[in-house]
């Protein structure tokens, strides 16, 4: 579907389809794990490729989704000077990738001239604003912000969509603020979920599926609480079942 960019009008349409809001995580090392859990997974219709994965093999990776009529979300997180991030942006289209991260801390004038190359593609840009991986305490102490998350969060996105941009990925902590913020056609995507019970990892900002939409996310980004699991398909029908 072709993503309207004007800000004023933006024909955003959420599923209500729990299943479809659900983004898996390839964060394996090489295209055979990744194509292995997409076998073991045939029911997930929205995969992510990281860098790792993007690295290693990512355009096999992405050829064999394609041919899959999967959904991908391309979570490169480009932060460059405008010129090097539109031209990966431009070169990026090409994969028919439904998302594609870069940062918006790269500031306007970067998200700008990403925004133009990927326009008349089906690719639509999400602004990382912080990662999810960033405390409160490391935001202060070791880069340097002044802010409190919730708002350097939300001065990141405004700035996003003050660029042209019509989605964000952002922590489920700031979903309900960013969303009463931008309303209901602004795209916002959340990593940082982890079902009931399961081990919060790397991360730092997390909730659960529930409350995560709940929260105002459109997608929900979740990796090893399915792909590690034991078991990954029940591990996923029990995410799906605990949205709900």
Known sequence: MKINLNPEAIPTKISTKISTKIIVALDVPSAAEAINLCDRLP?????????????????????????????????????????TVASACRVATKYGADFLTIHAAGGRAMMQAAQAEVQDSSTQLLAVSLLTSI???????????????????????????????????????????????????????????????AAIGDQSRVMTPRQAI???????????????????????????????
């Open 43 to 83: 029911e997930v219709d929205f995969w992510k490729i990281g860098l790792e994965l993007f690295i290693a093999d990512g355009v096999t990776v992405l050829r064999e989704l394609k041919t899959r009529n999967k959904r991908i979300f391309l979570d490169l997180k480009l932060h460059d000077i405008p010129n």
């Open 135 to 197: 405390s409160a305490t490391a935001l202060a102490d070791d880069l340097k912000v002044g802010l409190e998350i919730p708002e350097y969060v939300s001065q990141m996105v405004l700035l996003a969509r003050s660029s042209g941009l019509q989605g964000a990925v952002c922590s489920p902590h700031e979903a309900a603020k960013l969303r009463s913020l931008l309303g209901d056609d602004f795209c916002l995507v959340t990593p940082g979920v982890r079902p009931s019970g």
């Open 214 to 244: 709940a929260a105002g996310a459109n997608y929900l980004v979740i990796g090893r609480p399915i792909t590690a699991a034991v078991d990954p398909i029940a591990a996923w029908e029990q995410i799906c079942q605990e949205c709900v």
